[in-house]
Nanobody
Framework: QVQLVESGGGLVQPGGSLRLSCAAS????????MGWYRQAPGKQRDLVAA???????NYGDSVKGRFTISRDNAKNTVYLQMNSLKPEDTAVYYC?????????WGQGTQVTVSS
C-alpha cells in the first residue's frame, strides 16, 4: 500500500520561502500525476500545483509565478518550492494523486505566513 508523507512546513515571514517535500512509499511518483493541495480554515481543499508522470506542470492562478512543483523519481519524492509567500498562503498542505484518492491523504504539513 502507498503512503505519502509531507514535510517542510513552518512559520515564515511574508516574502519568504519554503520547500515542501512529499515522500512516497511506492513508485507512484513516476507512474501517476501528483498534486499539492492546501486547505485553510473555513475553505475547501484546493489543488495548487500538479505534475504529470511526463513532467508537465500546472498551477492555480493564485500561486502561478511563485510556486514550482518538481519530481525526483529516484527518490520517489515530489517537491513544492514556495517563494514570495503571502499571508493568504497560510494553510495545511497535502500531496496526493490527481485526481486525489481518499486512502492517500496524509497528515499534511502546516505553512504559516505571518509577520
Amino acid at each position: 500500500q502507498v503512503q505519502l508523507v509531507e514535510s517542510g512546513g513552518g512559520l515564515v515571514q511574508p516574502g519568504g520561502s519554503l520547500r515542501l517535500s512529499c515522500a512516497a512509499s511506492g513508485r507512484i511518483i513516476s507512474i501517476l500525476s501528483m498534486g499539492w493541495y492546501r486547505q485553510a480554515p473555513g475553505k475547501q481543499r484546493d489543488l495548487v500545483a500538479a505534475i504529470t508522470s511526463g513532467g508537465v506542470t500546472n498551477y492555480g492562478d493564485s500561486v502561478k509565478g511563485r510556486f514550482t512543483i518538481s519530481r525526483d523519481n529516484a527518490k520517489n519524492t515530489v517537491y513544492l518550492q514556495m517563494n514570495s509567500l503571502k499571508p493568504e498562503d497560510t494553510a495545511v498542505y497535502y500531496c496526493n494523486t490527481l485526481p486525489s484518492l481518499r486512502d492517500y491523504w496524509g497528515q499534511g504539513t502546516q505553512v504559516t505566513v505571518s509577520s
